[in-house]
């Protein structure tokens, strides 16, 4: 017989409430993605613009009353990297102890099979074996006032993750502000794209805002050639993070053009950047500006948002290899464009 001691099992301790009747009332629930990743889709404006899973996982959650009538939807939202919900469970004689927790496992089940399966096609992201965390938060609600608030509190979430950032984009800079002046192109791809090689025009931003004040000055508007960029050349405006983004900047750098980066992690001390983007700087050719001080963490949700804002502060859209179910995938949907 083995001497060694063994090791006592680790049992995950339950969320639930002992003292709730969780057949019958009321329910605020969440449910957090595995690893809190952003995989459901991006948050564009004020609006969660969901991508094929998460569409999936929406009307996953609508077709749960055909099967179970005891369970009455009220106001929900998918989010990138969570969920939230208002349920009521109505009493019924065959309805399982802890009923909401058998039915939150019936969501949690269906969905993670879909994303198991979308993850085997290879045409979501990859965040390991499970879509979601091992539990789920609920909440009972006991009263009008604080139903509605609920309600509101869901309305707002997309909104909210909107204004709930690090700062203005332009919080932190290095080089020529001057640069947000002018007419800009950007540039945006995935990750795991390789070089840069044909690129695709999304998009002529016709109503953009300073656009239609340049018309309105008389003042022509840049001419489109082959490469993707005009002749007078307009800076380009990119996080240029992805590899095809950061060869796009080496390219940019070598032609002497004018370039804007978005930098979601904090800017690079300028003894810390390569010797072509710190001329481009002292030159007045470039510009970096970020949310976050140096050396903050790269977030995805930060990430997002400095995205949203060269999407939506250029005058022209060019992208290059885009992930089928991607952030840049979501926004740019939102934005009315196709990347494929």
């Known amino acids: 017989m083995d001497e060694r001691e063994e090791k006592p099992i680790k049992f995950r301790k339950s969320l639930r409430n002992e003292n709730i009747n969780y057949r019958n009332g009321w329910f605020f629930v969440t449910s957090q ?15 969660c613009v969901l991508n094929s899973l998460g569409k999936k996982v929406r009307e996953y959650w609508l077709s749960l009353p055909v099967k179970y009538p005891e369970l009455k939807l009220d106001e929900f939202v998918v989010m990138p990297n969570h969920f939230h919900a208002i349920v009521k469970i109505e009493y019924r004689p065959t309805n399982r102890e802890h009923h909401l927790g058998f039915l939150m496992s019936r969501f949690k089940g269906g969905t993670g099979y879909i994303y198991g399966k979308m993850r085997r ?25 604080e139903l509605a608030g609920i309600r509101k509190y869901i309305r707002d979430n997309p909104a909210n993750w909107s204004r709930d950032r690090y700062g203005a984009c332009t919080s932190y800079s290095f ?8 007419s800009a192109v950007a540039f945006v791809a995935s990750a795991g794209g390789g070089r840069v090689g044909r690129i695709k025009r999304a998009k002529a931003r016709q109503t953009d805002m300073r656009a239609e004040a340049r018309r309105t000055e008389g003042t022509r508007q840049p001419d489109i050639v082959a490469d993707g960029f005009s002749r007078r050349c307009p800076p380009i405006i990119s996080t240029f993070t992805s590899a095809q983004e950061r060869d796009m900047l080496r390219r940019a750098l070598a032609k002497g053009r004018s370039v804007i980066q978005v930098v979601p992690q904090g800017i690079l001390l300028e003894s810390e950047m390569s010797p072509e983007l710190s001329a481009a700087c002292r030159e007045g050719r470039a510009l970096l500006i970020s949310p976050q001080p140096r050396g903050s963490r790269l977030n995805k949700k930060v990430a997002t948002w400095c995205n949203e804002y060269v999407l939506r502060h250029a005058d022209e859209i060019w992208v290059g290899d885009i992930s089928p179910n991607g952030m840049l995938s979501s926004m740019l949907s939102r934005l009315g464009l196709s990347a494929f």
């Open 33 to 47: 993605v595995a690893h809190n990743k952003s995989i459901l889709g991006a948050i564009v404006g004020e609006e």
């Open 121 to 145: 096609e290879g045409v979501i992201e990859d965040i390991g074996e499970h879509l979601w965390q091992f539990d789920y938060w609920d909440d009972l609600i006991t009263s009008e006032s």
């Open 175 to 182: 080089g020529n502000l001057a640069l947000l002046n002018e």
